[in-house]
C-alpha cells in the first residue's frame, strides 16, 4: 500500500497516512486530486479505478471516505478487506465509530491502524490481539497520568524512601 486517505463526504481530510516517501507538496497535490476523483464518481461505480501509475480502492462508511492507493500487482479485494477491517476496529474501540470521534481522537486512530498496519501491509489480522494491545496502551497512558497528578519527592523517585 502506498499511502490511505480518510476524507468527509465534503472532502475534508480527516486521517492521511504514507508510506513512500514524499513531498508536502506533492502528497496535497495527489490528496487534492484523489478527493476529487473518488467524490465525482457515482454511489453504484466499481469502488477500485486506475488512477496514474497506481489502482485506487476506496470505501464510504457513513459519511467518511477510506481511500488506498496500491500497486498494480497488489489485490484490490484484499485492499478492500484491510479497509474493512480498520474500520472494525474503529468501531470496536469507539463503540459505533463516527467522523467525529475520528477528529476529536485523530491520535488513537493513528495509533489503531499503526496497530494494525505496518510498511502498508497488515502486521496483524486478530481483531482481539490489535484491540488488546490498544487497551494496554491505554493502560499505560492512564498510569502515567496518574503519576503525574501525584507529585513525589526525588528521594521516591529513586527509591530511597
Same mark, same amino acid.
Given at each position: 500500500?502506498? $499511502? %490511505?486517505?480518510?476524507?468527509?463526504?465534503?472532502?475534508?481530510?480527516?486521517?492521511? #497516512?504514507?508510506?513512500?516517501?514524499? @513531498? +508536502?507538496?506533492? #502528497?496535497?497535490?495527489?490528496?487534492?486530486?484523489?478527493?476529487?476523483?473518488?467524490?465525482?464518481? /457515482?454511489? /453504484? %461505480?466499481?469502488?477500485?479505478?486506475?488512477?496514474? +501509475? *497506481?489502482?485506487?480502492?476506496?470505501?464510504?462508511? &457513513? @459519511?467518511?471516505? $477510506?481511500?488506498?492507493?496500491?500497486? =498494480?500487482?497488489?489485490?484490490?479485494?484484499?485492499?478492500?478487506?484491510?479497509? =474493512?477491517?480498520?474500520?472494525?476496529?474503529? +468501531?470496536?474501540? $469507539?463503540? @459505533?465509530?463516527? !467522523? *467525529?470521534?475520528?477528529?476529536?481522537?485523530?491520535?488513537?486512530?493513528?495509533?489503531?491502524?499503526?496497530?494494525?498496519? *505496518?510498511?502498508? !501491509?497488515?502486521?496483524?489480522?486478530?481483531? #482481539?490481539?490489535?484491540?488488546?494491545?490498544?487497551?494496554? &496502551?491505554?493502560?499505560?497512558?492512564?498510569? /502515567?497520568? /496518574?503519576?503525574?497528578?501525584?507529585?513525589? @519527592?526525588?528521594?521516591? !523517585?529513586?527509591?530511597?524512601?
Amino acid at each position: 500500500m502506498q $499511502f %490511505m486517505l480518510l476524507f468527509s463526504r465534503q472532502g475534508k481530510l480527516r486521517l492521511q #497516512k504514507w508510506y513512500v516517501p514524499l @513531498s +508536502d507538496k506533492e #502528497k496535497k497535490k495527489i490528496t487534492r486530486e484523489l478527493v476529487q476523483t473518488v467524490l465525482a464518481r /457515482k454511489p /453504484k %461505480m466499481c469502488s477500485f479505478l486506475e488512477w496514474r +501509475d *497506481l489502482k485506487v480502492v476506496y470505501k464510504r462508511y &457513513a @459519511s467518511l471516505y $477510506f481511500c488506498c492507493a496500491i500497486e =498494480h500487482q497488489d489485490n484490490e479485494l484484499i485492499t478492500l478487506e484491510i479497509i =474493512h477491517r480498520y474500520v472494525e476496529l474503529l +468501531d470496536k474501540y $469507539f463503540g @459505533s465509530v463516527c !467522523e *467525529l470521534d475520528i477528529i476529536f481522537n485523530f491520535e488513537k486512530a493513528y495509533f489503531i491502524l499503526d496497530e494494525f498496519l *505496518l510498511g502498508g !501491509e497488515p502486521q496483524e489480522t486478530s481483531k #482481539k490481539t490489535v484491540l488488546k494491545a490498544i487497551e494496554q &496502551a491505554d493502560l499505560l497512558q492512564e498510569d /502515567k497520568t /496518574k503519576d503525574a497528578e501525584c507529585p513525589r @519527592s526525588i528521594l521516591e !523517585e529513586i527509591g530511597l524512601t
